[in-house]
């Protein structure tokens, strides 16, 4: 009489279970810390185009650009501000392929976390720019 020996055994299912268990283990830690600096390049092209809008408006003294606030009496004397809203969710910036933004080192841009925001301001008078944490 032949004998059918088709499947597998209990042995070689638990190993390959095992085998994918460290599998996994090895890949989770590795997916949060890229989706991580996912947020954080995310953050800082919102904050790349906030930079781009004050930027913009204050060139064309406008006061009517989207998202821009201008603030002050007189042309030379105006404060451009917008707001960008933060998705990091690590304090301080942990993607070192960012290295400034509209010419600000990164270092000199605080790290926000999610739920807070910055406040991007172009200052006429003084022409420069500012990236402050704003609660």
Known sequence: MKKNN????????LIVVAIIAVLVAIAIPVFTSQLEKARESTDAANL?????????????????VTGVTRTGSKAGEY??????AANQTVADWQNKGIEDIGGVKIADVPAQLKGTSWDVIYTESTG???????A
């Open 6 to 13: 088709k499947g597998f055994t209990l042995a070689e299912l």
């Open 48 to 64: 790349r185009s906030a930079y781009a809008e004050v930027m913009t408006a204050s060139l064309t003294q406008a006061d009517d």
């Open 79 to 84: 404060v451009y501000t917008a707001t960008v």
């Open 128 to 134: 420069k720019i500012e990236f402050k944490a704003h």
